[in-house]
């Protein structure tokens, strides 16, 4: 390994970044930042999006609100996610695992979901 094929961190300049996900991350300062920001695939910035369906074939868009469907349990709660619990506002991420909701729940906090366990509203 003699050359580092990902751009330096425009931070700091470093040049030990890595991909995380969908991520580049800079070990040398810790900023991190989207790895499609630096790069041009010559369609005229045209990327490909991805289509996220809820559990029933319902297109989703960042700023939905959603229900969940089906009981989930929550590492570290005595109490899990009840069916029927309405998500506001959610946001589209590129998750792990699958999970590619990342919202806030009352009662909970931050978390990430599956599309496949919940339902546009």
């Known amino acids: 390994m003699t050359e580092n094929p990902l ?6 300049a470093g040049a030990y970044t890595y991909e995380m996900g969908a991520l580049l991350v800079c070990p040398e300062c810790g ?9 041009s695939d010559g369609s005229g ?5 991805r ?5 029933v074939g319902n297109v989703l868009a960042h700023g939905d609100t959603v ?9 570290g709660s005595a109490s899990g996610i009840k069916a ?8 589209l991420v590129e998750g792990v695992d699958g999970h590619d909701i990342d919202c806030r729940i009352e009662g909970f906090g931050p978390m990430q979901l599956k599309s496949s366990v919940v339902r546009k509203v």
């Open 84 to 91: 029927g619990t309405k998500v506001r506002n959610i946001r």
């Open 45 to 49: 910035g045209a990327a490909e999006e």
């Open 51 to 55: 289509v996220i369906k809820d559990a």
């Open 7 to 12: 751009p330096p961190c425009p931070e700091c």
């Open 67 to 75: 229900t969940v469907v089906k009981g989930l349990k929550v590492k």
């Open 31 to 39: 900023h991190e930042w989207p790895h499609a920001s630096g790069e």
